[in-house]
């Protein structure tokens, strides 16, 4: 049986609609993205500040440690700031910031999105206790 053109012209009007909204949802989710990504730089920034005042760093480390933890957040990448950093810091925990030749045995992670925040947390913070460290050997 054919479809009435009303019929027709009410489907393509809801359409329409969801598609405006979906196109609305988007927006939304990409100023939310937007706003979030400008406060995790912030506190990146104030991190990188908290450690160089704690820590007296030569230039070359402080560089390390910002190309380990960047301030800089890009949303458009596939692979997000949280895995970047948990593969840098897991490559700086096994060069520069080891602790021994346990250490220097290198299997990278696999870049995949982290179930939550605890590894990263637990590494960071081995992290800044072994720049600690570091800065006193160096």
């Keep these: 049986k054919p479809v009435s053109m009303e019929q027709f012209s009410a489907l393509l009007e809801s359409c ?3 598609l ?3 196109s609305e949802s988007h927006e939304q989710a990409q100023r939310s993205l937007l706003a979030h990504s400008a406060t ?3 506190g990146t920034l104030v991190v990188h500040a908290c450690m160089q005042l704690q820590t007296p760093l030569s230039t070359a480390q402080v560089d390390l440690l910002h190309a380990a933890l960047p301030p800089q957040i890009d949303t458009d990448e596939d692979q997000g700031w949280e895995e970047h950093v948990l593969a840098s810091t897991h490559h700086l925990l096994r060069t520069q910031l080891s ?3 346990k250490d ?3 299997n990278p ?3 995949e999105l982290p179930k939550d925040t605890s590894d990263l947390k637990s590494q960071l913070a081995t992290v800044f206790r072994r720049v600690r460290n570091w800065s006193a050997v160096v």
């Design 104 to 106: 220097l045995i290198f």
């Design 40 to 42: 995790l730089a912030a």
């Design 99 to 101: 602790s021994g030749d």
């Design 16 to 18: 329409y609609h969801q």
């Design 109 to 111: 992670p696999a870049l």
């Design 20 to 22: 405006l909204a979906l």
